[in-house]
């Protein structure tokens, strides 16, 4: 007899075809993909309520709900060593659409290279040939070109690019010779020029928008919300339903065909281990019985850090203008009638993707600009005229993990990145500060530079600049590869089908498959994953792009920079493939030991 018999429950709900264990932004793909047939039953149990809330809504208010309790589980880090011991703050997405509902909406399909790079790395059938379809299928970008979609359930648009500041960082970018790109999101990554974000009329474009709400009209898909999983419940190794709590009550949902495991990274390797299946030790440990010994459940945990640099403005050109509760308050109701104005966008409207030295195939390096001295979580802000740009790099080798406190649900997994723990890592952040500021040493900011307020223009040698990254470096908030898809026998997930390796009637579809992060923000990389995956449960396939240009710069091998990213490797990708894999190399064992 398997472990199924084994459970007590208050209420049985039954079987659906499907059950979905999460409504952020992949599991709102999957139930929306397969709802779509008629006949599929589906059920979505998501931890988190509603999101209907203006500062969901409201692009400009996306620090608040990334701030507050309802919307967000409130995770913060182990103490990091390579920062001196710091806690980090960790906000994930708690309610429909996950953290596509406390984003800050940056639209960054990414470089088609990433892709390249997934197939490199074992996710076979990843790469952008093949990607490319999907991420037409899932976008609504009104004017777009031939490699964007135009009625897909996530609305993409820009920014009116009003303040001049925005187009003096591209043409500083320009003059320090790097290219720029009308559209980074299209043909051309690399280089510099305005950014997009998932928002449509006005308003967030998050999962639970564009996917959750139409599937949920069409009756066949179940949504319930406040539904806290606890476990999966298996029959020897296959997986038959899911044990969760809902106001007290313990409940299970059977699934007759597959459950498909959408919690996210950090959740997702936690119900795993809580169901028996991850490293035997660590199960052992938390008296939970061992059914799959997998010990990269829970590893492999990457992120984006970031740090700020920012500028004084001698014009007063900058948002500071509307930081006085007057004048937000203005804003607020110019967005509330019209949603249109500078509560309509994420103000993150022009943006670049640079290498931080030669030898490096494609952009490891991106900028957020924004005109104005602020935190990311909205908590600081410089008292004056300032910009500043967010800045950091994107394949950090540094690699962390998701381990379980207790096997109680109730209780939060312990997390550590163990960021800056590769040396790679510091020569990297280090150009990061050093690049920028030849960059807003440039002409096109004269007009507008004065003095720099961090890190400060007395800090110049490698000691003061490290001292400054430990103390002020900030997590972008992209965690992922905690469930790592891949074909060689220690990846988790099969990348063919997203099904576990060695279990039965279990999907893992969400950010945690992820090979590599991307070299971008990752909710659109998350999303076009959980779309191609959807057609990979189905069975089905979108035809791969024939028009798939995979473009780098032809000297990347000895040039920092080029305004020319003109060699397209998409005949070529043996060579493409060989060099990434020499640009990824790190040591086995480059994490710090114990605990």
Same mark, same amino acid.
């Given at each position: 007899?398997?472990?199924?018999?084994?459970?007590?429950?208050?209420?049985?709900?039954?079987?659906?075809?499907?059950?979905?264990?999460?409504?952020?932004?992949?599991?709102?793909?999957?139930?929306?993909?397969?709802?779509?047939?008629?006949?599929?039953?589906?059920?979505?149990?998501?931890?988190?309520?509603?999101?209907?809330?203006?500062?969901?809504?409201?692009?400009?208010?996306?620090?608040?709900?990334?701030?507050?309790?309802?919307?967000?589980?409130?995770?913060?880090?182990?103490?990091?060593?390579?920062?001196?011991?710091?806690?980090?703050?960790?906000?994930?997405?708690?309610?429909?659409?996950?953290?596509?509902?406390?984003?800050?909406?940056?639209?960054?399909?990414?470089?088609?290279?990433?892709?390249?790079?997934?197939?490199?790395?074992?996710?076979?059938?990843?790469?952008?040939?093949?990607?490319?379809?999907?991420?037409?299928?899932?976008?609504?970008?009104?004017?777009?070109?031939?490699?964007?979609?135009?009625?897909?359930?996530?609305?993409?648009?820009?920014?009116?690019?009003?303040?001049?500041?925005?187009?003096?960082?591209?043409?500083?970018?320009?003059?320090?010779?790097?290219?720029?790109?009308?559209?980074?999101?299209?043909?051309?990554?690399?280089?510099?020029?305005?950014?997009?974000?998932?928002?449509?009329?006005?308003?967030?474009?998050?999962?639970?928008?564009?996917?959750?709400?139409?599937?949920?009209?069409?009756?066949?898909?179940?949504?319930?919300?406040?539904?806290?999983?606890?476990?999966?419940?298996?029959?020897?190794?296959? !997986?038959? $339903?899911?044990? *969760?709590?809902?106001?007290?009550? +313990?409940? #299970?949902?059977?699934?007759?065909?597959? @459950?498909? =495991?959408?919690?996210?990274?950090?959740?997702?390797?936690?119900?795993?281990?809580?169901?028996?299946?991850?490293?035997?030790?660590?199960?052992?440990?938390?008296?939970?019985?061992?059914?799959?010994?997998?010990?990269?459940?829970?590893?492999?945990?990457?992120?984006?850090?970031?740090?700020?640099?920012?500028?004084?403005?001698?014009?007063?050109?900058?948002?500071?203008?509307?930081?006085?509760?007057?004048?937000?308050?203005?804003?607020?109701?110019?967005?509330?009638?019209?949603?249109?104005?500078?509560?309509?966008?994420?103000?993150?409207?022009?943006?670049?993707?640079?290498?931080?030295?030669?030898?490096?195939?494609?952009?490891?390096?991106?900028?957020?600009?924004?005109?104005?001295?602020?935190?990311?979580?909205?908590?600081?802000? !410089?008292? $004056?005229?300032? *910009?500043?740009?967010?800045?950091? +790099?994107? #394949?950090?080798?540094?690699?962390?993990? @998701?381990? =379980?406190?207790?096997?109680?649900?109730?209780?939060?997994?312990?997390?550590?990145?163990?960021?800056?723990?590769?040396?790679?890592?510091?020569?990297?952040?280090?150009?990061?500060?050093?690049?920028?500021?030849?960059?807003?040493?440039?002409?096109?900011?004269?007009?507008?530079?004065?003095?720099?307020?961090?890190?400060?223009?007395?800090?110049?040698?490698?000691?003061?600049?490290?001292?400054?990254?430990?103390?002020?470096?900030?997590?972008?908030?992209?965690?992922?590869?905690?469930?790592?898809?891949?074909?060689?026998?220690?990846?988790?997930?099969?990348?063919?089908?997203?099904?576990?390796?060695?279990?039965?009637?279990?999907?893992?579809?969400?950010?945690?498959?992820?090979?590599?992060?991307?070299?971008?923000?990752?909710?659109?990389?998350?999303?076009?994953?959980?779309?191609?995956?959807?057609?990979?449960? #189905?069975?089905?396939?979108?035809?791969?792009?024939?028009?798939?240009?995979?473009?780098?710069?032809?000297?990347?091998?000895?040039?920092?920079?080029?305004?020319?990213?003109?060699?397209?490797?998409?005949?070529?990708?043996?060579?493409?493939?060989?060099?990434?894999?020499?640009?990824?190399?790190?040591?086995?064992?480059?994490?710090?030991?114990?605990?």
């Amino acid at each position: 007899m398997g472990m199924a018999a084994s459970h007590n429950t208050d209420e049985d709900l039954g079987t659906y075809d499907y059950v979905v264990i999460g409504a952020g932004s992949a599991g709102c793909v999957m139930a929306a993909r397969l709802g779509e047939d008629a006949a599929a039953r589906i059920l979505v149990l998501e931890a988190g309520g509603s999101d209907r809330s203006i500062f969901v809504q409201m692009p400009t208010a996306f620090s608040i709900p990334m701030n507050t309790r309802r919307f967000n589980w409130g995770m913060s880090t182990e103490p990091e060593p390579g920062l001196g011991g710091r806690v980090m703050n960790l906000p994930r997405g708690k309610g429909l659409g996950g953290s596509s509902s406390i984003n800050g909406m940056c639209w960054v399909r990414g470089n088609p290279i990433d892709y390249e790079l997934w197939s490199a790395l074992g996710a076979e059938g990843w790469h952008w040939a093949n990607v490319l379809p999907y991420f037409k299928r899932l976008e609504n970008v009104p004017d777009g070109g031939d490699r964007r979609g135009r009625d897909g359930p996530i609305s993409v648009s820009r920014g009116c690019q009003s303040n001049p500041l925005y187009q003096a960082f591209v043409a500083a970018g320009q003059q320090a010779g790097y290219a720029v790109s009308d559209n980074m999101n299209d043909l051309q990554h690399e280089g510099f020029g305005p950014m997009e974000m998932s928002v449509g009329r006005g308003e967030r474009a998050s999962a639970a928008v564009g996917y959750l709400r139409p599937a949920m009209r069409r009756k066949n898909v179940r949504v319930i919300q406040n539904a806290q999983v606890d476990r999966l419940i298996l029959d020897g190794r296959r !997986v038959t $339903g899911v044990l *969760f709590t809902r106001n007290g009550r +313990t409940m #299970r949902a059977q699934a007759g065909r597959d @459950v498909i =495991l959408s919690a996210g990274s950090i959740m997702s390797p936690t119900i795993l281990k809580r169901s028996g299946i991850g490293p035997a030790e660590e199960l052992k440990e938390n008296g939970i019985e061992v059914i799959a010994d997998r010990d990269q459940v829970g590893g492999n945990l990457m992120d984006h850090l970031e740090i700020y640099l920012q500028m004084e403005c001698r014009q007063p050109v900058t948002l500071f203008s509307h930081m006085s509760p007057l004048r937000k308050a203005l804003l607020g109701a110019r967005w509330m009638l019209m949603r249109d104005g500078l509560g309509a966008t994420n103000h993150f409207e022009s943006g670049g993707h640079i290498r931080s030295r030669a030898g490096i195939v494609y952009p490891d390096i991106q900028y957020h600009f924004l005109p104005l001295a602020v935190s990311y979580d909205g908590k600081s802000m !410089v008292s $004056g005229h300032g *910009f500043q740009v967010h800045v950091g +790099t994107k #394949r950090s080798k540094s690699r962390g993990w @998701v381990k =379980l406190r207790s096997a109680d649900y109730r209780d939060l997994p312990r997390v550590r990145f163990n960021y800056m723990t590769h040396p790679d890592d510091w020569q990297e952040m280090r150009a990061c500060i050093r690049l920028t500021r030849e960059i807003f040493a440039q002409e096109a900011f004269a007009p507008y530079r004065g003095q720099e307020l961090a890190p400060g223009a007395d800090c110049q040698d490698d000691a003061c600049i490290d001292q400054f990254l430990k103390d002020k470096v900030e997590s972008a908030y992209h965690p992922c590869g905690t469930c790592r898809m891949g074909t060689d026998d220690a990846a988790v997930v099969d990348p063919l089908t997203m099904k576990l390796k060695g279990i039965e009637g279990l999907r893992v579809v969400d950010s945690s498959v992820l090979p590599q992060a991307t070299a971008g923000d990752l909710n659109a990389p998350t999303l076009v994953m959980a779309e191609r995956a959807a057609d990979l449960v #189905r069975g089905l396939s979108l035809p791969s792009a024939e028009d798939a240009p995979l473009l780098a710069d032809p000297n990347w091998a000895t040039c920092q920079r080029s305004p020319h990213i003109t060699r397209d490797y998409a005949q070529d990708r043996d060579t493409l493939r060989a060099a990434l894999l020499e640009n990824t190399k790190t040591p086995k064992n480059n994490q710090p030991t114990g605990e």
